[in-house]
């Protein structure tokens, strides 16, 4: 499987779509699937760059914000939550990334 998706996203007249993964199925199908990190896998019908399969890419790509990794599982207001919301802020991401490893250890 992982030959024939790099034959697809390899080749520059094939250029996919950003989230867009590809690959041709062991039946000689291309399949095409929506996957942006937090949002459930979309496939996407039709072939690549046409109406059908960009009406679907659009309205996968026009979804909310996803939740943060976890989020459902997290009671509110708990120092768990508390540590997410510090990893999704601005002032976290201005952090070295060395400083990473000391919340987890705590939640």
């Known amino acids: ?9 390899d080749r520059p007249e094939m250029k996919l779509p950003k989230f867009v993964k590809g690959f041709v199925d062991r ?9 942006r990190p937090g949002i459930k896998l979309v496939p ?13 890419y659009h309205e996968a ?16 207001r708990s120092i768990r939550a508390l540590a997410i ?7 976290f991401k201005a952090t070295q990334a060395g400083h990473a490893g000391c919340l987890p250890q705590h939640c």
């Open 85 to 91: 919301a510090y990893y999704d802020s601005a002032a």
């Open 61 to 76: 790509n026009s979804t909310e914000r996803p939740l943060p990794i976890g989020g459902d599982r997290v009671k509110p």
């Open 27 to 35: 039946h000689g199908h291309a399949r095409f699937y929506f996957r």
């Open 44 to 56: 996407l019908p039709g072939l690549l760059w046409s109406p059908e399969f960009m009406a679907a």
């Open 1 to 9: 499987m992982a030959r024939y998706a790099c034959a697809i996203e």
